[in-house]
């Protein structure tokens, strides 16, 4: 059974950095788009970033561009996001995702796989 699981995660200060990770089991996504969303408490899911199968292709949303970073490594069938200059407003469960596409997608509705998300929580 395909797992996507979520690490990484924390309390962490404002300013102060996190590298999130996402592993992939069961089966491979290399030929897939993988993403990373975000909520917070009383909001909707969003979109922060997305990377193409290849990792030729990156997106951001405009709120975390300058400041985060995706990678993904196919041989290890893992997914990062390098998180910089959080500020208490980054403060949200984060979720993997795998899209249905090859190439990276900022729909929730293109995604067919999701991770349980971790929390990370940012002190001001």
């Known amino acids: 059974q395909a797992q996507l699981v979520e690490s990484g995660g924390g309390l962490v200060q404002a300013g102060g950095s996190l590298r999130l990770s996402c592993a992939a089991s069961g089966r491979t996504f290399s030929s897939h788009g993988m993403g990373w969303f975000r909520q917070a408490p009383g909001k909707e899911r969003e979109f922060v970033s997305s990377?193409?199968?290849?990792?030729?292709?990156?997106y951001y949303a405009d709120f975390v561009k300058g400041r985060f970073t995706v990678t993904r490594d196919n041989d290890k069938n893992t997914v990062h996001l390098q998180m910089n200059s959080l500020p208490f407003e980054d403060t949200a469960v984060y979720y993997c995702?795998?899209?249905?596409?090859?190439?990276?997608?900022?729909?929730?509705?293109?995604?067919?796989?999701w991770g349980q998300g971790t929390q990370v929580t940012v002190s001001s």
């Open positions: 995702a795998a899209s249905r596409f090859a190439g990276g997608a900022r729909q929730p509705r293109d995604y067919d796989f």
């Open positions: 990377i193409s199968w290849n990792g030729g292709t990156t």
